[in-house]
Structures are given as structure tokens and as C-alpha cells.
């Protein structure tokens, strides 16, 4: 007898319809891809993924709930059609393979993966330039799924060619964080132009599939090492660090898209901060939603009824008429559904099924559609845009939207209990909010020789050396960046595999199995063979701190961090016979077990072995034609360093080559190197020795006292008019070479070379007898290494400049600085000499770039790399010191910084830039941090032993600084405008005719003081600080100064602006207009207008007068708290600025200041003493700038004045 079918399988069995009737009767039967709709045959990769999750996850309810046999057919059948569709949309990817290879160098949108193609064939239907193909999130979402369906048993992945293709669109995508694309709606900017920008949806969905395929085997529970897909971690960590910095935006031109649900909850779960995703979500609520689901985003003009079909884009100003007409779309509130579902949110749940289902579309037999949207009919325009969410829509698009279609079903699925939550996501990324237990950091500390590990015992650290730890292999970070080269490699598909880039601290904090040998590898900062960061030890105990900080925040991996700490022989001091007391500080500190808010354990690398986290590098495994020996040959090729070409300046100690020679024959453990390398038939034992030996330190050169510019190369040594000439008149090198090679002075030494650099330039033969190939290039490397062991920094800056020396992450640094939305200037103003970095360049191009801006100045181009690094160290660990700074002038930046140095110094403005030159990288590195987060700081001359001046930075007694010491105006935020109206009413606003007078009432003194202090911007005893003048002369000066060079504005500086701009015909600042129809096509919160503004304001180039201005903006932009009548002209900024100075000055001419106290910037004619004054008090920028914007204001308005709201 048949058995009776059950009510869950009666309810299965009409979802099992649905499916069947609005998504699998549209399924193409050869290719497996769905079409947009019935008349568009194209296949979105998106769309098609989404609209087949009902299918996934109707499938699994039926394996789960079957009632008898034919139900587990139905669920295979299911299943297969999933299978189908992600091979065919594989196949459609694979198709152009040679795009993706392409991409991974060029990262251009020409070379994208098409967003569409045929459905009945799966070819490309529109020409590269003709879509916005690059949509990072499609792909990401595909991988996602791939992952998931993965995880749940599907095999969707057959063979090996397939798993390298899947880890080249790792490769692909996890450059998102940096990759402006096309977005979830394929527009870019919202104007529709095709100008791509970053996308917070598309970073979130590529971090979320890189996570979930990292470890993953593509085969399933049947695949072996080779079918397992690799991921950095450190990319993954750069999607979500950019994440977190863009969220609850969207993008530059969108401040809120609805399509952030799909990140901050199902399917991405990308978002760990739980804060920041309710969040994210009130702000859809609140600026999106609407009666009949959600909208994009604010002014999306798609399908309204004022939209022109028969044009793709917007004009800029068309935009402001979109508003409150937006289309509204069922879809959003599926995802609203299953983050309740996901969530247990019954509440939220309920609400949305019932609001959803009062908007679904009835068909006969039962069938609810999701429509793709609601609009607003033509003919109640005008009443809908007066009074939002008013009128009643109609259904317009694709019925059903198979994308809503298929959450729809899926959220029923889950909520009537067919599924649990937990089934739709296998690889559990709904638990990405939930804490994480501490991180304990593992951390290594190996001798780089024996004689460092003696040292060592002397302090009581018992450490081991490299040989041995053996057969560990200890290597650099680079080499781990060439191994990882050749993941994905497959010659038969053109494929190369993953680009070389450096590798990140999660990278090089695990153990990795390669051919059955574990290798450890030395973080990316201690690597000295480039740039010469790493020679100051304070500036590797630095980094070392900061790196463990961020281990013990971000590391996700099973197993504990390990991180090898390499103790190298340029840490010595004192002949090597001591160690560098910060890093013996370092040393005590870690066996302490804590160190920089982090907790550690340091031990040797054997005891750390089985609690280390370990990745076998599979795909490193020895092939067919490959003998277990390469390993061993490829890494000593990747460390080959050519022989430096030395024996040429006298330094009374024997030469580099000898000194390598007698310390290789005297040294244990380079013995035993030598001896395993001759085994191998390798002579290459540089292998381990790559900086120790050639820059060990054996020097004691007596270098001349330096003058009061110190270290800055000057012909000290002789006299321009006494050097050697030829026959012809000119310079004569060869006799300067000689004077060279007698030379022992450095200083000395870098001056002749100076000369011959000038003069014949870099590749010139100096026809050395011994190294007849030697160039001048040569000669400054020498010297470079012998101003390294002296650590003479203005020397080593300053051959760094003739030596054209690059910082090898310099264009990772400019990308993470641009990926948090901050535009980037080099060179010093004004423009054409100031350059604007806006998008990420390739490392060539960032290099000439700089090198252009700076005009030839050597200094100027190794400060800009520097502190372009620096600011990228702080965006990643210190986010807040750049709150409300949209462009880091970094040109101004150096220029203020070596202003401080100048006062704090008591040097002229030249000396002032010479003595940064001189100072330590960590040192130049905390003055840069002072000055952004506006701490106090003294700066201290010494002479060293050698007689070269020392110059040191440090931070001051917490008396002279106060929690509200993040400078000038930035105390002027939002705030200060919420002041009591009958305070302000009394100094400003006659209540009785409505009309502006002045008052120098006490009453509004009080009111701008109070308003001050209580939203905490400034202290009360900043402002009771006298009258007359600051007790700290030049305070409000530098203060001004910083954050005008900062670009540094108050919070809600730029919304008010917007909201002025409304009220106006525009600002302008010395004929440079901000017009106001920018607000017809931006809003109030997009990066964009913020941008727009910071332009405006960048024409001034004095950085205190561009502060100034922003204090005059903000006092007028009171002006929007009053019922105030459209103003029909241009308001004069500076004119207002102006005014106020000349009032300022009256009246402390009238109190007995003479010309010396009122002297004037000769550029702007303000005076130097209201730059000095602090915001309020009665001689405050604000008390003269209210008055003058009142007089100003007052001729604008109607004769009957205005009246106070």
C-alpha cells in the first residue's frame, strides 16, 4: 500500500512548483545558465548564482525531509541543475582564461571578466569597452558559492586545470581592496558615466570568498593536497581593514546602498565588528527604506518615470530631480528575512514576510512573484517628491525578479524549519561577529651568527643561531613571495600564476611544509636589501611592535602565530661586542610575555613547533621532471647577490671583500653553511649571510664636526674655487678620485663623490685598476654602507637620493592610503609642481611620478617616500588621526614638519629641512605622528662620540598637553552650533526686527565659551588663557599651520557647507568658486563633495590662512540654523576674513599695539598675531569673525530683515 504523503512533503512539493515555474523552465538545457528574463537572453554571472540558491537549498530540504524514495531523486535532481549552472558558468570564465591573466598585472577594466554573456552558448555578447564588466563582486560571489556548495557535497570542480583556473580568480579578486570596478549595479558613480570607483560591496563579497576557499579542497572529501585552494591572509585582512574604514558607505559617490545587506549579513557575513553592521543597517532603514521594499541608493534614477531611456548617463545637475522618486525593491527585504533567520530575530522576520507579502504578485494556482521593483506612477510625481512614501506604486521590470524570487524562497525554506540556517551556510560564516579568544604570539629569536649568540648569552638570552635550528630552513620574506609565484602556475593555460608582491605579516608568522622540510621566514621589515628603514633598530623594534599588536587582532588561522625575530649584526654596537639597548630592551620584554599590547610567548623554534600553525605548500611538491634537489637551487638563485665591488676608499680597517672572507673562515655557523652548500654543489653561501657580513660594522672614521645644518653634504673639505681642473677649465674627476681613495673622512668622502655625480653622473667609470668596471654607482654603495654602520642619517638620505633608491612597498603604501578613500598630493604647491594621486599606479609610474614633483630636490623625493610609508603604517593602525582628511598633501606635510623642527631648534627654514634629513626613521616616523595627532613634542640636540650632532625627538610632560590637543580648528566641530538660541539670539540677532547687529555683549563671549568646553572641543583652560595674547606664544600659529597642511576639518564640516551651498549662489575664495548646483548632484555625505570642497579650499596655499577660511565657512554656515531667505550672490570668503582682520587690528591698535605686534604675512596681509589667537575669548578668531560675517551678511539681506526660527 502507498504511503500517504506528509504535510511537510505536501508543502515541499508546492515550493518544488515555484522553483519549477518562475526559475529552472528558464534554465538552458546545454550551457545549465539562466537568462535575465523570458525576453533577455543574457545571463548576469550574478544573477544566475542567486537565482539558483532556491535550487541548492530546495535540494537539501529534500534529502532532508524525504518521505520516500522519489524525493531523494528530486533532491539529485536538484542538485544536478545547481552543478550544471556553476560548471556553465565556469566554462563561460574559462572561455577567457587570458583576460584573467591579463588583469592580474594591469588591473585595467579592459581586461575583466564579462559580467554577461549568451545564454545558449556562453559566449560574450557586448565588447569589453562597451559594459562595465568589472564587477568584483560577481566573481566573488561565484567563488563564495562554489565554496559553500563545496562544503554541502556538491562536486562541481573535476580536474586539476580547473583548480588552478579557480586559484588565478583568487589571484583576481583578492586585489579588491584596491580595484575601482563597476559595482553591484554595474553603474560605477552614480551619474552612470562608466567611471568606476571602490565599492564597499564588492571589497566585502572578495573578502568573504577569500576566506571561505582558503584551505579549501575543490574536490571534496575525495581530493588530495594538490586540489586545495591557497589564500593570503594578509589580503584578506586589507579587504577587511578597507571594509571597516569605507562602511556604513558605499563608495565615493553613494554615503548608503541597500546592497550592503548582502555584505554585512547573508551571504557575505564580511563584517566582524557587530556595531558597525547595526550600523550599516539603520542607516538602509532609515535613508532607504520605503512601503514597498527599499531603494539602491539615494538618487537612483533607474526606471522613474523622468529617467530618459534613450541616454545611459545623467547630467550632473538631473540628479537632484531624482530624489523621493526612487524605485523601491521587494528584494532587499528577502535579505532583511534572512538576516532575522540568521540573527533568531523573530521580530524582524515576521515584519518583513508580512510586509513582503503584501507586495508579492498573485498568479493562478498560488504562485506569489517577486517583482524586480515599484515606481511611481507619472502623474503623482510632484505629489510623491513633496510627500515621500505617500502615493501608491505600480510593479514595473522582470516578474518575476529571479534573484528576489530564489531569497524568497529560500527565506521560506528556513523559516517554516524545512532548513536550518546553518545548512545554508556549511562553512559557518554566520559566526563572524562572535569574539575570538586571545592570541597568544609565538615568537622565535635566532643569532644571525655565534658571536651574536654570545653576545646574547652575556645578557642572559639563550638563543639559537640559524645553522642550528637546522633542518628548519630560516629565510627571508621575499623568497616566500617567489614560492608563492608559482601557486596556480599551468603552462598549458597560459597561466603564470600569482604576481610577486611582498608578503604581509600573517604571511610569514606561520611554518610551512615544502617538500617535506619546514621553513620559517623572517618578517618583511627586517629585510635591510633595499631600502634603509631597516638599519635603524629602533625602527624594527618599532615595527616588531606594532606587527604583534595587529597579529593578536586579526589572526584567524588554527594554531598559534609564530613570528622569527632575527637578531642581525648591525644590532650590535660598540665594535659588536654589545647589543643596541632598544633591542635588548625588546628582548626582556618579550621573555617578560607581553609587549606592545600583545601577548607572547618567546622560545626557541623547536619548542614552538607543535602549537605553530603550519601550511603544507603543496603545489611546491616535486612533478615528473623535476629532481628533489631544485628546492635547494632555486632558493640560492633567489638570493644570489652579486659581488660588491669594494678595496677603493680608505677606512684604515681591510676591505669588504676581506672582511666577508675572514668572517665566512671564522664564524662556526657559516662554516657549516658552506660545507651543506658544497654537498649540494652550491658555491652560493650568501644564502643566510645576506646582509650580516657585508654590512658589518668595522669603521671608526674620524668625520669632521659637522656645521650647524648637520650631516648635510657641503664643500666643507675645500673650496669651490680650489678644485682640481683640466686642460679645458672644467672639473677634473680623475684628479678628485685620487684626492678620494686618500680621503678618510666620510663627510669628506660623500662631498668628492657629490661632485663627480654632478659632473659626469652616475654610470661614469671612475677606471679603477683592480675593478676596472667600477662606476660611480658602486663608489656611493660603499659609502652607503659605510654611512649605514656610522648611522649617519643625512648621509644615508642623502646618498639615497643620488642613488635614486625606492621603498619596495612604496605603491602598497600609496594603495592603502588611497583605498581609504584619501586622495594623495606629492610635491610642494602650488599645481602644476604639487601632483594628485587619485587612483593606485603601478610602481614605476608612482616612482617617476614623485620624482617628477620633486623637481630634482633629492631630499624632497626620499622624504616623500618615507613619510608616505609612515602615513600608511598609521592609516592601518591609528585610522582615527585621519578622521575628516580626504587629501594628505605630503609635499606640505614635510614642509610643516621641518617648520617645527626650525622653530623647535631655533634654525633657519633651510636648516630646519636639512636637520629632518638628519634624524632617525623612527624618530622622523614619531614626529610625523605628533604632528597628526597634535601632541607636544621637544626636540634635543647631542654629540655623539664621533663629534656629528644628534638630533632626537621626545614627547613632552603630560602638563603641557590635554585630551582635546588634536589641534586648531578640529576643536571647531558641528558641535559649537547647537549653542542655546537665546544665547545666540542675544549676540547676534535683534529678536524683536529679526535684523543682525553687533554685540560685544558678554553674553555671546560666554555662549561660544560654554558651547565649547561642553561638547568637549576644547579645555576651559585653552581658553582662559588671557585676553590679549596666548600665554603659549605661536600655539594657535602652529596649530593653524598643521591643520591647514593636514587638510584637517571639523566633523560635519562638509554637511554644513553642503547645507550653506543651498542657501547661496555659491562660495568663492579668490575667484575660485564652489558653486552650489554641486549640490544637485551630490549629497551631503559622499566622499565626492567632500572632495569638491577640499579642492575649493586647496587653492589658498598658506596652510594657516586656508585654516582661517575654514574658520570663516564655519562661522558662517551658523547662518543655516536661521530661517534665512536664499542669499541670490557669491559670499566672498576671504573678503569675510579679511574684514575680521581689519577690525581685529583697530582694535588693538585702539588698546596701544604697536607695528611690531601687528605685523603682517606679506602674502596675505593677515595678521601674524590673529593667526596667533586662540578660537574664543574676547580677542578670539571666532569673536571677530562673527562680527564681520554679520556686517557682511547684513547687506545682503531685505530690508525688513530676517526672523530667527
Known amino acids: 500500500m502507498m504511503r500517504g504523503r506528509s504535510n511537510s512533503g505536501v508543502r515541499l512539493d508546492y515550493y518544488a512548483r515555484l522553483v519549477s515555474n518562475t526559475i529552472l523552465c528558464h534554465q538552458n538545457s546545454v550551457t545549465g545558465l539562466l537568462p535575465a528574463a523570458a525576453d533577455q537572453q543574457n545571463a548576469w554571472v550574478r544573477d544566475n548564482v542567486y537565482s539558483i540558491l532556491a535550487v541548492w537549498g530546495l535540494g537539501m530540504a529534500y534529502r532532508k525531509n524525504a518521505d520516500r524514495d522519489e524525493d531523494k531523486a528530486k533532491a539529485y535532481e536538484l542538485e544536478q541543475s545547481v552543478v550544471k549552472l556553476m560548471r556553465g558558468l565556469l566554462h563561460c570564465m574559462m572561455k577567457q582564461m587570458i583576460k584573467v591573466e591579463h588583469f592580474k598585472k594591469s588591473l585595467s577594466t579592459k581586461d575583466a571578466l564579462h559580467a554577461k554573456y549568451d545564454n545558449a552558448t556562453g559566449d560574450t555578447v557586448v565588447d569589453d569597452d562597451k559594459w562595465g564588466h568589472l564587477q568584483i563582486d560577481a566573481t566573488s560571489l561565484y567563488l563564495l558559492y562554489l565554496a559553500q556548495m563545496t562544503a554541502s557535497g556538491l562536486h562541481i570542480i573535476f580536474t586539476l586545470d580547473e583548480v588552478n583556473f579557480i586559484q588565478n580568480l583568487v589571484f583576481y579578486i583578492e586585489v579588491a581592496y584596491k580595484v575601482a570596478d563597476y559595482g553591484m549595479w554595474e553603474r560605477g558613480d552614480k551619474t552612470n558615466r562608466g567611471i568606476p570607483e571602490l565599492n564597499a560591496s564588492s571589497v566585502g563579497m572578495a573578502k568573504a570568498a577569500l576566506e571561505a576557499l582558503d584551505e579549501l579542497n575543490l574536490f571534496g572529501a575525495n581530493g588530495g593536497p594538490k586540489s586545495v585552494i591557497h589564500v593570503m591572509a594578509d589580503e584578506v585582512q586589507l579587504c577587511q581593514f578597507i571594509l571597516q574604514s569605507m562602511l556604513p558607505r558605499a563608495s565615493p559617490s553613494k554615503e548608503i546602498d541597500a546592497g550592503l545587506l548582502s555584505v554585512i549579513s547573508f551571504p557575505a557575513f564580511a563584517v566582524e565588528d557587530i556595531e558597525l553592521v547595526e550600523l550599516t543597517k539603520q542607516e538602509i532603514i532609515t535613508k532607504l527604506q520605503g512601503r514597498y521594499g527599499c531603494c539602491r541608493f539615494l538618487r537612483d534614477g533607474y526606471k522613474t518615470p523622468i529617467e530618459d531611456p534613450t541616454r545611459l548617463h545623467y547630467e550632473n545637475a538631473e540628479l537632484r530631480q531624482f530624489e523621493n522618486l526612487e524605485c523601491e525593491w521587494p528584494l532587499f527585504w528577502t535579505y532583511m528575512i534572512l538576516d532575522g533567520l540568521f540573527n533568531k530575530n523573530l521580530q524582524q522576520v515576521e515584519e518583513y514576510r508580512e510586509a513582503l507579502h503584501s507586495v508579492l504578485v498573485l498568479r493562478p494556482g498560488g504562485i506569489h512573484l517577486v517583482p524586480e521593483l515599484y515606481a511611481v506612477p507619472a502623474e503623482k510625481m510632484a505629489e510623491e517628491s513633496q510627500n515621500p512614501h505617500t502615493v501608491s506604486r505600480v510593479y514595473m521590470g522582470k516578474l518575476p525578479h529571479m534573484w528576489g524570487q530564489s531569497l524568497y524562497i529560500l527565506g521560506n525554506l528556513v523559516s517554516e524549519g524545512f532548513l536550518a540556517a546553518g545548512e545554508i551556510d556549511p562553512l559557518n560564516r554566520r559566526f563572524s561577529t562572535i569574539p575570538r579568544p586571545d592570541v597568544v604570539v609565538q615568537v622565535a629569536i635566532i643569532a644571525e651568527t655565534e658571536k651574536i649568540k654570545k653576545v646574547l648569552g652575556k645578557h642572559g638570552i639563550d638563543v639559537e643561531t640559524v645553522t642550528e635550528i637546522m633542518p628548519i630552513r630560516v629565510q627571508p620574506a621575499r623568497v616566500l613571495s617567489q ?14 600564476g600569482r604576481p610577486y608582491r611582498h608578503m604581509g605579516i600573517l604571511g610569514t608568522s606561520k611554518l610551512y611544509l615544502v617538500r617535506d622540510e619546514i621553513f620559517a621566514f623572517t618578517p618583511q621589515f627586517v629585510d635591510q636589501q633595499q631600502f634603509y628603514l631597516a638599519l635603524d633598530n629602533r625602527m624594527i623594534v618599532d615595527m616588531l611592535r606594532t606587527e604583534l599588536s595587529f597579529l593578536c587582532r586579526c589572526w584567524r588561522k588554527t594554531g598559534r602565530p609564530i613570528v622569527t625575530f632575527p637578531i642581525l649584526q648591525s644590532m650590535l654596537i660598540d665594535d659588536g661586542t654589545s647589543l643596541d639597548p632598544y633591542v635588548l630592551s625588546t628582548l626582556r620584554k618579550l621573555q617578560d610575555g607581553y609587549f606592545g599590547g600583545a601577548r607572547v610567548h618567546a622560545a626557541n623554534v623547536s619548542t614552538l613547533l607543535v602549537t605553530s600553525c603550519c601550511t603544507r605548500l603543496s603545489f611546491m611538491d616535486l612533478g615528473p621532471d623535476e629532481h628533489r634537489d631544485e628546492l635547494t637551487v632555486y632558493l640560492n638563485k633567489l638570493l644570489e647577490k652579486k659581488e660588491t665591488k669594494t678595496a677603493l676608499l680608505s677606512s684604515g680597517k681591510k676591505t669588504s671583500l676581506h672582511r666577508f672572507r675572514a668572517a665566512a673562515h671564522a664564524t662556526r655557523d657559516v662554516v657549516s653553511l658552506a660545507q651543506k652548500a658544497k654537498e649540494l654543489g652550491i658555491q652560493n653561501v650568501s644564502l643566510y649571510l645576506r646582509n650580516s657580513l657585508l654590512t658589518e660594522s668595522g669603521y671608526k672614521l674620524n668625520i669632521a664636526t659637522p656645521s650647524s645644518t648637520p650631516d648635510a653634504p657641503e664643500l666643507s673639505a675645500m673650496n669651490t674655487k680650489d678644485l682640481p681642473t683640466d686642460k679645458s677649465g672644467e672639473v677634473d674627476c680623475k684628479a678628485l678620485m685620487e684626492l678620494l681613495k686618500k680621503c678618510s673622512s666620510l663627510q669628506e668622502q660623500v662631498e668628492i663623490i657629490h661632485l663627480i655625480y654632478v659632473t659626469k653622473g652616475i654610470d661614469w667609470n671612475i677606471e679603477h685598476d683592480e675593478y676596472p668596471e667600477m662606476t660611480v654607482y658602486d663608489v656611493l654603495m660603499e659609502l652607503y654602507t659605510k654611512a649605514g654602520n656610522e648611522q649617519n642619517w643625512g648621509l644615508i638620505r642623502y646618498i639615497s637620493g643620488m642613488l635614486h633608491k625606492k621603498v619596495e612597498e612604496l605603491d602598497e603604501a600609496c594603495t592603502t592610503l588611497l583605498s581609504n578613500q584619501k586622495h594623495l598630493t606629492v610635491g610642494l604647491p602650488p599645481e602644476p609642481r604639487e601632483r594628485t594621486i587619485t587612483a593606485p599606479l603601478p610602481y614605476d609610474e608612482l616612482t617617476k611620478l614623485i620624482e617628477e614633483a620633486s623637481d630634482n630636490d633629492h631630499s624632497l ?30 609635499g606640505l606635510i614635510i614642509q610643516v614638519m621641518a617648520t617645527e623642527m626650525a622653530n623647535c631648534l631655533k634654525y633657519s627654514d633651510k636648516a630646519g629641512t636639512q636637520s629632518l634629513m638628519s634624524v632617525k626613521p623612527s624618530d622622523l616616523k ?97 581658553l582662559d588663557v588671557g585676553d590679549f595674547v596666548d600665554v603659549r606664544h605661536g600655539q594657535w600659529l602652529r596649530r593653524r599651520r598643521i591643520d591647514g597642511a593636514l587638510n584637517r576639518v571639523p566633523i560635519g564640516f562638509y554637511q554644513r557647507v553642503w547645507k550653506m551651498l543651498q542657501k547661496c549662489k555659491g562660495l568663492s575664495i579668490e575667484n575660485y568658486v564652489l558653486h552650489s548646483s554641486t549640490t544637485e548632484e551630490m549629497t551631503p555625505g559622499e566622499i565626492k563633495f567632500a572632495v569638491q570642497v577640499e579642492t575649493f579650499l586647496n587653492c589658498v596655499p598658506q596652510p594657516e590662512y586656508r585654516q582661517l577660511l575654514v574658520e570663516t565657512i564655519l562661522v558662517l554656515t551658523m547662518l543655516v540654523d536661521i530661517d534665512l531667505q536664499y542669499i541670490s550672490r557669491t559670499i566672498h570668503i576671504e573678503r569675510i576674513a579679511q574684514m575680521a582682520n581689519s577690525i581685529f587690528m583697530a582694535e588693538q591698535t585702539a588698546l596701544g599695539a604697536d607695528d611690531e605686534m601687528l605685523e603682517k604675512d606679506p602674502a596675505t596681509g593677515i595678521c601674524s598675531l590673529l593667526y596667533d589667537s586662540a578660537p574664543s575669548g574676547r580677542f578670539g578668531t571666532m569673536t571677530y569673525l562673527l562680527k564681520a560675517t554679520a556686517i557682511y551678511i547684513e547687506d545682503f539681506l531685505p530690508a525688513d530683515g530676517c526672523q530667527v526660527q
Not at 935 to 959: A, G, L, Y
Open 483 to 496: 614560492i608563492y609565484a608559482r601557486l596556480g602556475c599551468n603552462k598549458r593555460m597560459a597561466l603564470s
Open 926 to 1022: 614619531t614626529l610625523l605622528h605628533h604632528i597628526l595627532s597634535g601632541k607636544e613634542f621637544s626636540v634635543e640636540e647631542n654629540i655623539d662620540q664621533s663629534t656629528r650632532t644628534m638630533i632626537s625627538i621626545h614627547d613632552v610632560d603630560h602638563t603641557g598637553a590635554t585630551k582635546s590637543e588634536r589641534a586648531g580648528i578640529s576643536k571647531l566641530k558641528v558641535e559649537m552650533m547647537h549653542m542655546d538660541k537665546r544665547k545666540f539670539s542675544a549676540g547676534l540677532i535683534n529678536t524683536e526686527t529679526g535684523t543682525f547687529k553687533l554685540n560685544d555683549s558678554d553674553e555671546l563671549h560666554e555662549a561660544l565659551r560654554q558651547s565649547l568646553i561642553s561638547s568637549e572641543l576644547i579645555s576651559s583652560e585653552e
Open 861 to 890: 623625493f626620499i622624504l616623500t617616500q618615507e613619510v608616505m610609508v609612515y602615513l600608511a603604517m598609521y592609516a592601518r593602525t591609528e585610522p582615527n588621526l585621519f578622521a575628516e582628511m580626504f587629501r594628505l598633501r605630503i
